[in-house]
């Protein structure tokens, strides 16, 4: 008699390992078993589940296809009695024990969710799972949450990309990512939600969401290399951010453009669409090779050129961020533009004419360019008298305002040595191709045209008949020019009522003159003799 077991009011396969007939005269399909008492349960052909069955062929069980079902308020221990038939002759009665026990499950993980601020998380088995005392048994329970998270939502896909509040969900859910937790409000450190499933309706667990701040990291180098080609994607080496310590979806990471380039423009590969300050793209864009930078023209010299982003996710603190680029040109390219650049001498506060001398750029690929100034003078403007025509602080300026030497630089009178702008002089014909960046630089020459003027004015008081140094804490004029060194600056004067002036380098003989210098440095003592008090009207600097 062999025996089996079963877990109560569940299904199992009878096989040849528990039933086996031996008959060499017939055929597996011949050997029909017939059910004389069922025990605790019933048979069913598992193509027909539900509807009990009082015989089967000895082929259909070794197909698999013949199941005992227990029922699960029968007794634990019972018999099934069969009988065997193959057309001519019947087997006595044969009995399989069957021994019935009680399935119990129990929590196998739950190891709640990390989530950033204003993140999202999937919950799947491997966060919710149920083990049981059957081997490779299958979960399938029903989950109903019975206390709702208070800062966030539990939420399960209906359709693709379709999410709706969940108060309920299956173990089928979870095993395909449809479930998940939004955070919706506040920058809590933790939250959760309570369930229970059918697996053990009388138990409640706690599901626990512990909330991380979110951190956007660059891995990048932040500069794109051009060698004498026009166009060039930007590339996740050259721009590429991620989340931690949770990784976010790369189409979630998004960047906005805050400043364009000046030289180029950034534009999409599928839709040829020329970027601007406020359009934004994503990291899948750039792992896309979607965004592309492009010069306005062939550029003849070398460029640096540049833009600004901030980088975004919801949850993170945005970044801001600067792409520098860098164009070298060929031999070949570079002598294929003539270029004159001369410095332009200037005296402080006048203005001077730039003409075809200090700036001109020829070369048999253009006729006619446009100058845009692209970084100002910053002691100093740029204007042009052309005929009828006057552009103050103009941002532009021509080749043949050059050649008719109507461009004119007007210093701003301030104390600066040198002054410098950049342009970029491209084709103002679309039939021709060329562009041109570089510094011109200006050179002032400073006047001495501003009088020394005093910083420190109080009394000097010194001990009656006693000597006291004279220096820079007691006396001191600076003069606005810009070079005017301390030595340059000399006071002189005729009498002093009350004592006498000597350099230490020099103790036996009077001065009458000395320089601010020698008051910084700290060598002037003044000797008292005479009244207590005196003052010296005609002590003034002179240069």
Known sequence: MLSTTSVQGTKGLINRELVN????????????????????????????????INSFTQQEMDDDQVVFVHHATAPDDSYLSLRVSDG?????????????????????NNTGLIVMHEGVGVITSYN???????????????????????????????????????TTFTSDDLRRRRIRYRHLRSKPNHDEFQFRTTLNSSLIYTFRITF????????????????????????????????????????????????????????????????????TFSQEDILANNINYHFFRKPYSFINDSFDYAVMIRGCKNKTGNISIEYR???????????????????????????????????????????????????????????????NKTSYFTTTELLAKAVVYVHDDSETKNDTFRFFAYSTSDMEDF????????????????????????????????????????????????????????????????????NLRNLSAEITEFSQKDLDDGILLFKHNGPKYGKDSSVCPFY
Request: with cysteine; proline share 5%; charged share 20%.
């Open 212 to 279: 991380k701040n979110c951190e956007l990291i660059s891995s990048a180098s932040n500069r794109l290399q051009m060698n004498d080609v026009g166009q060039s994607p930007i590339t996740q080496a050259h721009l590429n951010f991620r989340t931690e310590p949770i990784a976010s979806s790369t189409a979630a990471i998004l960047f906005v453009i805050t400043d364009t380039p000046k030289y180029g423009s950034l534009f999409l590969s599928d839709s040829k669409y020329q970027m601007g300050v406020g359009d």
């Open 329 to 391: 040109p060929s031999e070949d390219t570079l002598l294929k533009a003539n270029v004159i650049l001369q410095t332009l001498k200037v005296e402080e506060g006048g203005s001077a004419v730039i003409d075809s001398l200090h700036l001109n750029i020829v070369s048999k690929l253009v006729s006619e360019l446009q100058y845009n100034v692209t970084e100002p003078p910053r002691h100093g403007y740029l204007k042009v008298n052309y005929g009828d025509l006057i552009r």
């Open 88 to 108: 001519m002759e019947t087997s006595k009665i044969a009995k399989l024990r069957i021994s019935a026990f009680q399935q119990v499950w129990r929590i196998q």
């Open 21 to 52: 007939v031996i008959d060499p005269d017939s055929s597996t399909d011949q050997l029909v078993f017939s059910v004389v008492d069922p025990g605790s349960g019933h048979l069913e052909h598992l193509r027909n589940s539900g509807k009990p």
């Open 128 to 166: 919710i799972s149920f083990t049981s005392n059957v081997q490779q048994s299958l979960e399938e329970a029903q989950y109903y949450i019975v206390q709702e998270p208070q800062l966030g939502v539990v939420e399960i896909e209906t359709s693709l990309d379709v999410w709706k509040k969940a």
């Open 435 to 502: 562009q041109f960046s570089e510094e011109f630089i200006i050179e002032v020459a400073l006047k001495n045209d501003n009088s020394p003027y005093r910083i420190v004015d109080k009394v000097f008081e010194v001990v009656v008949n006693g000597q006291k140094l004279l220096t820079a804490s007691d006396l001191k004029y600076a003069d606005p020019d810009s070079d005017t060194p301390p030595s340059t600056l000399v006071y002189t004067y005729r009498d002093l009522p009350n004592g006498k002036l000597y």
